[in-house]
């Protein structure tokens, strides 16, 4: 019981992280990415060249991958998504087109990883020594992976609630018709919420790495994961997005545990159906 307890929060803590980006980017700039898992599997095949390549450990590679997915999720909101806001022109037209392109992008992606990488598993060796934790024994990797997630993920929510920055954030989400009012920019911030959006991504990607391989073609299922954590927490609630993430990395971990582990993606399928016909708007909204 206390191990699938500890594995579930240690799950959840990571994808609690990938789904902060993914509610920041649909709740501020209104663009559902479904390419997102992309950009999480990105930065973890920048972290493996990091360490395995120039030899630097996750930590430098994370101080190096976050500042460079923001600027390249800030370029692709300027060169792809930034045309379509303005073709939309408020008429709602934005989500649909935005979900066209990024699942074209999420090919075009995967297509670049599977070239450079191969279709096998990659991953590195760090901090696998065992520690225990209440009785169990869990990895330091996986363990300090999980803790990083939370410092990154309570720190994001401080910024959002305590910052003007945060308050812009927070009023183009909720009344973007009336943010230019008080002289706010929709378009900086929507790019700025994109660009975090690809940063926090990319920092699940690093976490990710550190303790489990991965392959090019995770990247989907990381999208689907985030979008149940999203729904389930409501869209742009930060708050709800981290304790869903706990919740479905502890039922996952639960049905790995007293179930079977190849049911997982069955219950989160299954999480993601029940929140949409019962709760549309969130558990927590």
């Known amino acids: 019981m206390i191990t699938t307890l500890v ?13 902060l980006g993914l509610t920041i980017q649909y709740g501020v700039s209104r663009i559902m ?3 997102y898992g992309e950009f999480v599997i990105g930065g973890s095949f920048l972290t493996y060249l990091a360490v ?6 996750p930590f430098m590679a994370f101080l190096l991958v ?8 800030y370029v692709v909101y300027a060169v792809i998504m930034q045309p379509l806001e303005k073709r939309s022109k408020g008429t709602g037209r ?21 070239s450079t990488f191969g279709s096998g598993f990659t991953g590195y060796n760090w901090l696998e020594a065992p520690i225990d934790v209440f009785g169990t024994k869990i990895s330091t990797g996986r ?9 990154i993920g309570g720190a994001l929510y401080v910024a959002i609630q305590r910052t003007r920055w945060g308050m812009a954030m927070r009023a183009v989400a909720s009344r973007p018709g009336f943010a230019p009012l008080v002289g706010i920019n929709n378009q900086r911030q929507a790019r700025s919420a994109f660009a975090v959006g ?8 690093v976490v990710l790495s550190m303790y489990q391989p991965f392959t090019p073609t995770d990247g989907v299922f990381l999208t689907m994961k985030a979008l149940v954590v999203v729904i389930m927490g409501g869209v742009g609630n930060l708050a709800g997005a981290m304790a869903a993430g706990l919740i479905l990395g502890l039922v996952e971990a639960g049905v790995s545990a007293a179930v ?26």
């Open 52 to 57: 395995s390549a120039a030899g630097l450990n």
């Open 143 to 151: 363990l300090v992976g999980a803790l990083l997630a939370v410092i």
């Open 94 to 114: 934005l989500e649909v087109d935005s979900i066209l392109v990024t699942f074209g992008l999420m090919f075009l992606l995967q297509g670049v990883y599977l």
């Open 33 to 35: 990415n479904l390419a």
């Open 198 to 205: 690809g940063a926090l991504a990319a920092a699940g990607g």
């Open 66 to 73: 976050v500042p460079f997915a923001y600027l390249a999720s």
């Open 7 to 19: 594995v579930g929060l240690v799950l959840g803590g990571t994808y609690a992280l990938m789904a």
């Open 260 to 285: 079977d582990p190849g049911l997982t993606l069955a219950a989160t399928y299954a999480i993601f159906l029940a929140v949409l016909l019962w709760r549309p708007n969130g558990l927590f909204s």
